[in-house]
């Protein structure tokens, strides 16, 4: 009953913080409900067994990924009543688009079957952090080099356009 009642507040707060991290005009306000998002993520992932993933979450999303976009926002000095205005037109697009993705969701949830016990699907792959790492720098090296790359190109490329306006 309480595990229904703390994961009831994670996903009240991670549905709030996301409509308020889309809807927000000044970025900086964005990225801050953007950060209480990922916290509470992390906090269902916890509710899960799912400690490891809870840690990433923490570490690479709030840590790394957002401190990026927070620098990228900030370097670019976006315009906000510009922004804000084109936002305003694709308003019926994105409500519309919410609610397709939200019919999915129910879909899903209604339609599928779920383990009795909280984290039994993460019990039942037996992937350690050992044989995660294994398979992460093993099977999957290229891709994960792949997006390392990726993200750093994308900060070098804010950057350089930070720069070329400021001169």
């Known amino acids: 009953m309480i595990n229904q009642l703390i994961f ?7 549905i709030a913080s996301a409509v308020l991290t889309i809807t927000r ?3 900086v306000h964005s990225v ?3 950060l209480l998002l990922f ?3 992390a906090g269902v992932f916890v509710l899960l067994n799912a400690e490891f ?4 979450q923490l570490i690479v999303y ?3 990924i957002l401190i990026l976009y927070l620098f990228v926002v900030m370097l670019l000095s976006v315009d906000r009543e510009s922004s804000a205005a084109r936002a305003n037109r694709f308003w019926p697009w994105l409500i519309g688009f919410g609610l397709v993705i939200a019919g999915e969701i129910a879909l899903l949830v209604l339609r599928g ?4 016990d909280r984290g039994q699907a993460v019990k039942q792959a037996g992937a350690g952090v050992k044989e995660l790492g294994i398979e992460l720098y093993t099977n ?5 080099e792949i997006a390392s790359v990726i993200l750093l190109v994308g900060l070098v490329g804010a950057v350089m356009l930070a720069k070329r306006s400021s001169e």
């Open 53 to 56: 993933l809870a840690a990433v």
């Open 32 to 34: 801050l409900f953007m």
């Open 140 to 144: 999957y090296l290229v891709p994960f």
């Open 62 to 64: 709030a840590g790394a």
């Open 8 to 14: 009831l507040y994670f996903a009240a707060v991670i």
């Open 25 to 27: 005009r000044n970025p």
């Open 39 to 41: 916290f509470h993520i």
């Open 113 to 116: 079957s779920f383990p009795a």
